[in-house]
């Protein structure tokens, strides 16, 4: 049974730093792209970033690009997203989504397990 497990999030102020971790377990994951997408509230779930497991190679939505780095560890089962230069257009729940294959989908319906969130707020 997959499990996807979000932490790290927070409350930050504008400007600054915060890193997420998703633990995934119940698989292996090398052949998997692993994302994070982000939900505020009276919007649509939204694609953030994702990762090819083995490969490593990234692909972010335009708005987070030069600002947030999603990276994996291999020997921690564990997925990150390194968000720098926040502000408060990023407060969201954030989630981690894992999906079988290498696909470059940022639809959330391609996405097949999911974490449980973990909120980011970033204030002015």
């Known amino acids: 049974q997959v499990q996807l497990v979000e932490s790290g999030g927070g409350l930050v102020q504008a400007g600054g730093s915060l890193s997420l971790s998703c633990a995934a377990s119940?698989?292996?994951?090398?052949?998997?792209?692993m994302a994070w997408f982000r939900q505020a509230p009276g919007t649509e779930r939204e694609f953030v970033a994702s990762?090819?497991?083995?490969?490593?190679?990234?692909f972010y939505v335009d708005s987070v690009k030069g600002r947030f780095s999603i990276s994996r560890d291999n020997n921690k089962n564990t997925v990150y997203l390194q968000m720098n230069s926040l502000k408060p257009e990023d407060t969201a729940v954030y989630y981690c989504?894992?999906?079988?294959?290498?696909?470059?989908?940022?639809?959330?319906?391609?996405?097949?397990?999911w974490g449980q969130g973990t909120q980011v707020t970033v204030s002015s």
């Open positions: 989504a894992a999906n079988p294959g290498f696909q470059r989908y940022t639809e959330r319906t391609k996405y097949t397990y």
């Open positions: 119940g698989r292996t994951f090398s052949s998997y792209t």
């Open positions: 990762i090819w497991w083995s490969a490593g190679r990234t």
